[in-house]
T-cell receptor, first 115, second 116 residues
């Protein structure tokens, strides 16, 4: 299994809603990532989990709350989002955290629209 | 300040010809470079990579060249096929000493269109 699976594929939510994005990998990878991509822009790093601990938070607003329940799962909890948070949210994983010459494996993303 | 730049937002090539996509970087700490291919509303798919100890890596129709002195890399696709039409992102990473993860810095992307 060489896939990173993200659910849901599409999500529409209001600014007062609470929702969660889910990501799963069964490749035994020890690092997992959340990226955000706006239209016609490159992916931008939000969070990194290394060995199930949050290792990097790229100054992301607190309305985004990541969670890593175990080494295979990564969640992103959303609350009180703004319309400008509408974007494609990408999950990725890599074999180890900080190992040399590692590529990231990306999921297909969740297309989020905030109304 | 963008550390990884792809100065051509789009490129149009005839089927069967060579496609050359370029990427420049500024951070000397980058030691691993990757190319990802992306379709709309999908995640990036890894294509090919190169370590800073090499100057060329080839995989089938895809070849990546690295010029460290110029801080420049390029992706060559030959022959180009209509199915290659996508957005191509150049990405770079540097060794993290604290096992915090492999952070990729992406360029802005180049949209490749291969015409039949």
């Amino acid at each position: 299994d060489t896939e990173v699976t993200q659910t849901p594929k599409h999500l529409v939510m209001g600014m007062t809603n609470k929702k969660s994005l889910k990501c799963e990998q069964h490749m035994g990878h020890r690092a997992m990532y959340w990226y955000k991509q706006k239209a016609k822009k490159p992916p931008e790093l939000m969070f990194v989990y290394s060995y199930e601990k949050l290792s990097i938070n790229e100054s992301v607003p607190s309305r985004f709350s990541p969670e890593c329940p175990n080494s295979s799962l990564l969640n992103l909890h959303l609350h009180a989002l703004q319309p400008e948070d509408s974007a494609l949210y990408l999950c990725a994983s890599s074999p180890s955290a900080g190992g040399p010459n590692e590529k990231l494996f990306f999921g297909s993303g969740t297309q989020l629209s905030v109304l | 300040d963008q550390q990884v730049k792809q100065n051509s937002p789009s490129l149009s090539v005839q089927e069967g010809r060579i496609s050359i996509l370029n990427c420049d970087y500024t951070n000397s700490m980058f030691d691993y470079f990757l190319w990802y291919k992306k379709y709309p509303a999908e995640g990036p798919t890894f294509l090919i990579s190169i370590s800073s100890i090499k100057d060329k890596n080839e995989d089938g129709r895809f070849t990546v060249f690295l010029n460290k002195s110029a801080k420049h890399l390029s992706l060559h696709i030959v022959p180009s096929q209509p199915g290659d039409s996508a957005v191509y992102f150049c990405a770079a990473s540097g060794r993290m000493n604290n096992n915090a993860g492999n952070m990729l810095t992406f360029g802005g992307g180049t949209r490749l269109m291969v015409k039949p």
